[in-house]
């Protein structure tokens, strides 16, 4: 089975500066990864997937992530980031073999001013 | 596209009483829907999977007599928490897939979620 690893449970950010969400999975199979984000008392909203072809994907408002299979990892970048980027974010993965999702724990990432 | 609605948005029921979820896919024809459960602060966690026509999937230690899932239709899925007690408070999220084969089967569309709130 899968697992899902977000190393920072807490990231504080200042408006216009870069942020890196970090995301690691194991898995003994193929993957499926995605990033997902969730604002205050709301469902999850897709922010971008890897599911073949370029290991770099990019979202429409700016956030870009990178398959790294060789250290099983998937992390989330924004070159600058708005106040509006206020938000949890799951990083989830489902294996070749299997629909599931397993989530990561999750990031908080606060924007200040 | 894919649009998944959950009804009621909120819902507070007394101990002891039955409530009942609905997870709607508005486009599109959904396979198989699945029901996550979400502590506060914390990640979701997957409570069942559901294949329309037949009966749930439960993960382990999930009460499948307490929550008893149906999927009638192919865009209908309903969570119903029987004889609910303050411990079953919580953010119920619902998501569809439509598994036609092909990598586009791995994608789950979640609804906007319920808080449920048992006193």
């Known amino acids: 089975a899968q697992s899902v690893t977000q190393l920072d449970s807490q990231v504080p950010v200042f408006e216009e500066a870069p942020v890196e969400l970090r995301c690691n999975y194991s898995?003994?199979?193929?993957?499926?990864l995605f990033w997902y984000v969730q604002y205050p008392n709301q469902g999850l909203q897709l922010l971008l997937k890897?599911?073949?072809?370029?290991?770099l994907v990019e979202s429409i408002n700016g956030f870009e992530a990178e398959f790294n299979k060789s250290q099983t990892s998937f992390h989330l970048r924004k070159p600058s980031v708005h106040i509006s980027d206020t938000a949890e974010y799951f990083c989830a993965v489902s294996e070749s073999n299997d629909y599931k999702l397993s989530f990561g724990a999750g990031t908080t990432v606060t924007v200040r001013a | 596209g894919a649009v998944v609605s959950q009804h009621p948005s909120r819902v507070i029921c007394k101990s002891g009483t039955s409530v009942k979820i609905e997870c709607r896919s508005l486009?599109?024809?959904?396979?198989?829907m699945f029901w996550y459960r979400q502590f506060p602060k914390q990640s979701l966690m997957l409570m069942a999977t559901?294949?329309?026509?037949?009966?749930?999937?439960?993960e382990q230690g999930v009460e499948k007599d307490k929550f008893l899932i149906n999927h009638a239709s192919l865009t209908l899925s309903t969570l119903t928490v029987t004889s609910a007690h303050p411990e079953d408070s919580s953010f119920y999220i619902c998501?569809?897939?439509?598994?036609?084969?092909?990598?586009?089967?791995?994608?789950?569309?979640f609804g906007p979620g319920t808080r449920l709130t048992v006193t």
């Open positions: 898995s003994s199979v193929s993957v499926y």
């Open positions: 559901s294949n329309e026509g037949s009966k749930a999937t439960y």
């Open positions: 890897y599911l073949s072809g370029s290991t």
């Open positions: 998501s569809a897939s439509w598994l036609a084969g092909g990598l586009n089967s791995y994608e789950q569309y």
């Open positions: 486009d599109f024809q959904a396979t198989t």
